[in-house]
Each structure stands twice: as structure tokens, then as C-alpha cells.
């Protein structure tokens, strides 16, 4: 849950995702990994909660943290008349300045805090990594750190040598090589399978199942670099989607010395190869499943270059399973003739994919540090997250939260028997499937593999004095880790689980379809996501809503698929399944009719409708658990109830304690959005941060209690608000 996008995890058929930020890189080695067993689950009571009594020690803390969340709010604006920009107005103004690529994102900002401490684990004098026998890995760490640290990045030096000749070896660079580059010789396809080596998507857009045997899966590619082309943001020169592209290539082209009339040129070329390939998805909507049906309807053999791609970029893996019904065939055969026809143009565009690829896009060298960690942090992540966990995650944090998530399930138990539209042989699945429900908090434990991940440091080579080959050796050992389960499948047992459920040390949320679990990792476990010290009604409105989700997922029309096993079965009888889908539809309906004006589209209510069922389910859940949760507290603390809810509210704000729940849930996903992350996320299953919280709270009633929206306001519409659980 992986594009090439930092803050933005795919979810597919077999794996649900809290639509967080996956801080992961896979490891290879030839050992054969042994899968160890969860540590056994001790039961905690849910009745064990803290009373949350405010002391002299988090007072201030309170003071600080409710000031921010104050300087979030535009109050200028009615919570009924548009709850996001009530509650996150002004965060694009406040935000901290850091290096982005993306949008920026409230929640998704956890991994600047991740990243101070990856910084403090490389640079401490702490004995713990020699303790634990790492000393050389995190040595191979600091290496890369310091000799990032020191690089010249900032203009990026395209023009490398080292650059240069990873692209002659793998396709050429006509742009720059003349007329000793022989289009005769060149292969796009072949091309495009060695970029897939260094996690760059040329024209093919690889994404590893999380599943076994772990075999690549695709989706159709995305054109351009900092901004994703569609026929209509570049069907004029003067668009932004134009100007920015055009910029990018023109910085690459220039650094090799090429005049302004053979760059202009060959960004011309360029474009043009790109209107004509864009014309081959406007035929489907770039709908992959349409595609798919066309393909079955022209009878197409599978594309002859697959067995390629596997040789380039899996050296000859052989998968008994192969995946060609993943491949859009239409797309590829028509876009084979296009290549054929622009040659040096699709050359030019996957040598500056590449450079795009490798290029550290810092707007200033201001940001080179925070570069220069993430880069550490995504590479080498077993490391630091083994030293991260034994340094930072408590079991008095591992406690809370199990707690808070005893208190979703109690709800989403009653929401389960409560439910008059499910006939009773459905319920009896249903509550079997959530009691069978494996959480899991701050990461997976596999011993064994994890050691061998880390060891596998040692096969990643430091050159020094040469930081573009550090950087390119970097970029290959994160594909050949990505790939890590799939290149030694046959070493594994097929109930090996996903890698990316090994690293607690990201900012993300799981669930699994395949063994029925939710997954809380430790990296999300910070501010705005969740404090110790927080009144349970913000914790319940963050993290509550958070796992709520997740729990929902196990019952979207995705995880409804799945049964208490994490078996492939159809256990809905006709009559609820048909109530169901009615109820799904409402969601897809509801969401249709949001529009983007920044680029004039709507959000894709089908395409979401999994992820906004899940915010709605978790949603509610977590409100319910939260009153739950304060009905038990008050038959325990009857005498001193006044001062238990008058520490469910945050100092100096004039907030009810289910006003700040909605309220935190909302500063979740504040976010800044330039033109270019719309189109970015336009295809994504995950609907665009505004507009998730807008569809949440426009279909919660309790939203429009704690609020007293009036019926008919834009946040309590009088249409059907949509609710499966």
C-alpha cells in the first residue's frame, strides 16, 4: 500500500489500508526466512482506561498542543456551513516549512517526527546498536547519511557520469548521444523493465502483491514528473501541467550542454509522444478494468514482451502463477505502435525518468537534511526500526491502545447484532469474523527474517567520493528489497506475510484480508494521531476513528469477500447481500457529487467507495465506543464525574468533549494541496482529504448534534445519509 508516491499507500484486492504513509524498503538474501508466530496476545480489559485526571506534568503540554490546534481552525467560517475549512483552514498557513514532493498532510506530517528520530538513532553515541551486534550496518547507515549530507545537491547534477552511464546501458540518451544513439537497437519495452530496477516508472508501473507468491501486479502508467499529464491539463502550452513538466525537462537537458533550440525540440517530441499515448486511455476513461474488457473483446493474445520484462527485472523468476490477467493488453499493443513512431522521443523521456527518478527535487538547501533522512529512513528500514522500537514504543502505549481498540470492537459487536437489515445465518458469519479479528500493535514479529533483512546491509555498496553512484546503488537495492518475497517465494511458506507488516516505524494503519487482522504501527502513534496525555475524547476522535476504520474494512465490499479464515468465500446470503450493495451504493452516489473546481473533475465515488465506507463505519464506531467509554467511567467515578469531563476538554478551547472528538478526527487530514497533487491523487482509491471529512460528517448524525446543525445545512443535508454498520 506502493506507488512511487511518498504519502499514498495503493490498496488492492487482498490487503485494506488506512490511506496513511508506508515508510517501507524490502531487503534481499539468500537465506531461506522462517516465519515465527505472533507473540501470544494477552487479554486486556477494555473497563481499564485512566480517568485522564490532568496533573502539574502535561498541563502545559495541553496548553501548547490546544494553541495549535487553534491556529489550525479558521473560525471565520460555521462548522455547519464547511466543517474542513472550519477546522483546518488556516493549517496551509501555519504548517512548518519541509521538504515535499506532495501534497502536505496533517497526519501524513508524522513522518518529519519519524524522521528527528532516525536522525538521533544514526547520530546518538547510544551503545544500543553495538549492543545488539548492528554496529557495522549502522555504520554503512551513517555513510550514506554523511555523504548525503555533504553531496552538492542542489542544483541535481544530471549530467553525472555515473548517470549518464546507466542510461546508455539500458536504452540511451538520443538527446544527449546524437547520432551514435541507433534506434534500431533501442527497445521501449525493454527500457522501461530496467527502470522498473531503480523503482522508477517509465511505461511500466510495477506494484508487488502482498500476498504469496508476491508477483508484481501493474497498473497503467503515469506520464509526466511533477505533474501528471491528461489530455486536457496539457492540451495547451500555457496550462501548469505543461509549464511544469517543460521545466523539469528543460533543467535535465540543459546541465548536458544541449542549445535551446535542441531542448525545445525535444521537449516538443516529447509532448507530442505523450498527447498521442493519452489518446490510447481516453478510449477506457484509463478505467484498467475497462481496458481489461476491451482486451477480452478483441480477443488479444497476451503481450509477447512480458517474458522480458521478468528476465530484466526478476532475473528469470519463474512465478507458477503468472499474471496476465493483470495486464491491460489493449493498452500495450497500442502503445507499442505509438513508441514505434516516436522512437527518440520515448528514449529521451525514460533517460529523464530516470534522472527524475534519482533527482532529489529540494527547493532549497535548506532541505538537503530532510532529504538526506528520508532517503536513510526508506532504505534501510529494519535497522531503525528494531533500534526505534526498543527505544521509543512503551508498553504503556502498547497498552492504551489495545484498550482503545477493545472498546471499537465492544461497539462494532452491537452494530453487528443491532443490524435489522442482515438476516441472522449472515450475523452468525459476521460476529464470528470479528471475534476471530488478530490486532496487532507496533508491528509484526518475525524474528528470524528481520535479522536477515538487517544483515543484508552488508551487500549494499558505499563508493566514496562519488554520491551519484551511492545514490543509484541505493535506488536498486530498494527495488531488489521491494521484491524481496518475491524473488525467494519458492524459500517460503505461502502463509509468509507481507513485508510491509515487518516495520512498525511508519506512519500507517493495516488490514489484512488474508489472516483477518488489524495492524497499528508504531511510527503513528504521535501527534495528531494520538498523545498519552490527550483527553480520551480527542484520543477517541484520532486513534479511535483511526482502528475504527481499519475494523470496518474488514466488512467493506472488499473484506466482505473474505470470511473468519481470511478465506476467499461467499458467506452473505442473497437477501443481505442485495441490502448491502444497495447501502455501498449510497456511498459511491454520495461522493459523485463532489466537485474538485482546482481541475474541474469529481471525485470518483466508485473508485472510493471502499475507503469512504470506512471512514464513515470508523467514524461512528469510534463516537459510540467514546460514549461507551464515558458511561463506564461515570458508574466508576460517580461522586467525581464533574472533574472526569471537565478533563475531556482541551484548555482554552470552547469545545464540547464530542466537539473535540469530530474536531480531532477533522485536524487529521488538514492538508496543502498545489494544482499538480489533485491529478496526482485523481486515480487514487483514497478519497482527497477534504472531501473525506466533508462525506463523513455530512452523513453522521451525532456530527450534527455535537454541532446543532440544522437540518438542510451544507453539513446536515436532508437527503438519506449512507450507513452500512
Excluded at 117 to 132: M, Q
Excluded at 374 to 387: C, E, R, T, W
Excluded at 563 to 583: I, L, M, P, Q
Aim: glycine letters at 4%; charged letters at 25%.
Amino acid at each position: 500500500m506502493m506507488k512511487g508516491k511518498m504519502f499514498e499507500i495503493k490498496r488492492n484486492l487482498y490487503v485494506n489500508c488506512g490511506a496513511l504513509v508506508l515508510i517501507i524498503l524490502l531487503a534481499t538474501c539468500v537465506a531461506k526466512p522462517t516465519i515465527e508466530p505472533e507473540e501470544n496476545k494477552s487479554e486486556i480489559n477494555g473497563d481499564e482506561f485512566k480517568d485522564n485526571i490532568i496533573t502539574d506534568d502535561n498541563t502545559e503540554f495541553l496548553k501548547s498542543y490546544a494553541a495549535k490546534m487553534l491556529s489550525y481552525m479558521n473560525l471565520t467560517v460555521s462548522p455547519c456551513d464547511d466543517f474542513y475549512e472550519y477546522a483546518c483552514g488556516n493549517w496551509k498557513l501555519v504548517k512548518p516549512e519541509r521538504q515535499s514532493q506532495h501534497k502536505r498532510s496533517n497526519l501524513l506530517d508524522i513522518v518529519y517526527t519519524l524522521l528527528d528520530k532516525t536522525e538521533e538513532l544514526l547520530l546518538s553515541n547510544s551503545t544500543l546498536a553495538k549492543d545488539l551486534g548492528y554496529a557495522h550496518e549502522l555504520r554503512i547507515a551513517q555513510q550514506f547519511y554523511n555523504a548525503c549530507l555533504s553531496a552538492e545537491l542542489y542544483p541535481m547534477p544530471a549530467a553525472d557520469p555515473a548517470y549518464l552511464a546507466l542510461i546508455r546501458s539500458i536504452g540511451g540518451f538520443p538527446a544527449v548521444d546524437g547520432d551514435a544513439w541507433q534506434a534500431s537497437n533501442f527497445s521501449w519495452f525493454n527500457m522501461s523493465s530496467h527502470l522498473t530496477n531503480y523503482r522508477a516508472a517509465g511505461l511500466i508501473n510495477e506494484h508487488i502483491l502482498p500476498q504469496y507468491p508476491f508477483y508484481p501486479d501493474f497498473e497503467l502508467p503515469e506520464l509526466g514528473f511533477d505533474y501528471i499529464v491528461h489530455s486536457d491539463n496539457i492540451a495547451t502550452n500555457d496550462t501548469k501541467g505543461y509549464k511544469l513538466n517543460e521545466k523539469r525537462m528543460r533543467g535535465y537537458l540543459k546541465t548536458y550542454g544541449l542549445s535551446d533550440e535542441q531542448v525545445s525540440d525535444v521537449i516538443a517530441e516529447v509532448f507530442a509522444f505523450w498527447r498521442e499515448v493519452l489518446q490510447i486511455g481516453d478510449r477506457f476513461d484509463e478505467n484498467q478494468y475497462k481496458c481489461n474488457k476491451l482486451s477480452a473483446k478483441e480477443n488479444l493474445d497476451p503481450f509477447p514482451l512480458w517474458e522480458s520484462y521478468y528476465d530484466i527485472a526478476w532475473g528469470g523468476v519463474n512465478f507458477e502463477k503468472k499474471t496476465e490477467e493483470h495486464f491491460c493488453e489493449f493498452y500495450y499493443y497500442e502503445l507499442d505502435k505509438v513508441c514505434a513512431k516516436h522512437k527518440p522521443a520515448v528514449a529521451n523521456y525514460l533517460a529523464m525518468k530516470l534522472l527524475y527518478t534519482m533527482d532529489f527535487k529540494l527547493k532549497s538547501t535548506k532541505f538537503q537534511r530532510d532529504h538526506c533522512m528520508l532517503q536513510v529512513h526508506f532504505s534501510v528500514p529494519y535497522l531503525l526500526d528494531k533500534l526505534y522500537l526498543l527505544k521509543h514504543f512503551t508498553d504503556e502505549t502498547k497498552s492504551e491502545i489495545a484498550n482503545i481498540i477493545v472498546e471499537l470492537r465492544k461497539t462494532f459487536v452491537l452494530l453487528l447484532e443491532n443490524a435489522n437489515w442482515l438476516d441472522e445465518d449472515t450475523r452468525k458469519e459476521a460476529l464470528l469474523k470479528e471475534s476471530t479479528t488478530e490486532p496487532r500493535i507496533g508491528s509484526f514479529k518475525n524474528a528470524n527474517l528481520t535479522e536477515i533483512l538487517i544483515r543484508e546491509m552488508n551487500n549494499l555498496t558505499f563508493v566514496p567520493g562519488s554520491y551519484a553512484t551511492n545514490n543509484i546503488n541505493l535506488k536498486k537495492f530498494h527495488a531488489n528489497m521491494k521484491r524481496y518475497n518475491g524473488l525467494h517465494h519458492k524459500e517460503m511458506s505461502n502463509e509468509t506475510k507481507p513485508l510491509e507488516l515487518l516495520v512498525g516505524m511508519q506512519v500507517n494503519a493495516f488490514y489484512f484480508n488474508l489472516d483477518n487482522s488489524i495492524n497499528v504501527m508504531a511510527g503513528i502513534l504521535h501527534p495528531p494521531a494520538y498523545h498519552q496525555a490527550w483527553p480520551n475524547s480527542l484520543k477517541f476522535g484520532t486513534i479511535g476513528y483511526l482502528v475504527g476504520h481499519e475494523l470496518t474494512h474488514g466488512f467493506d465490499t472488499v473484506g466482505s469477500l473474505f470470511d473468519s479464515t481470511g478465506a476467499s468465500r461467499n458467506w452473505w446470503t442473497n437477501k443481505s447481500s442485495e441490502v448491502f450493495a444497495d447501502r455501498a451504493n449510497c456511498y459511491v452516489n454520495h461522493f459523485n457529487n463532489f466537485t474538485i473546481p482546482e481541475i474541474n473533475r469529481n471525485i470518483n465515488g466508485n473508485e472510493t467507495k471502499d475507503e469512504n465506507i470506512a471512514d464513515s463505519g470508523g467514524l461512528r464506531e469510534a463516537m459510540s465506543a467514546y460514549r461507551s467509554h464515558m458511561k463506564q467511567l461515570q458508574l466508576t467515578n460517580e461522586n467525581h464525574f464533574s472533574n472526569v469531563l471537565k478533563n475531556e476538554q482541551m484548555p482554552g478551547m470552547d469545545l464540547s468533549p464530542e466537539q473535540l472528538f469530530y474536531l480531532g478526527f477533522a485536524q487529521l487530514w488538514c492538508a496543502a494541496y498545489e494544482e499538480e497533487h489533485y491529478w496526482e491523487e485523481l486515480t487514487s482509491e483514497h478519497t482527497m482529504d477534504k472531501y473525506r471529512v466533508l462525506g463523513a460528517v455530512t452523513n453522521d448524525e451525532d456530527f450534527a448534534k455535537s454541532f446543532n446543525c440544522p437540518s438542510g445545512s451544507p453539513m446536515n443535508p436532508t437527503s438519506t445519509k449512507c450507513r452500512i454498520w
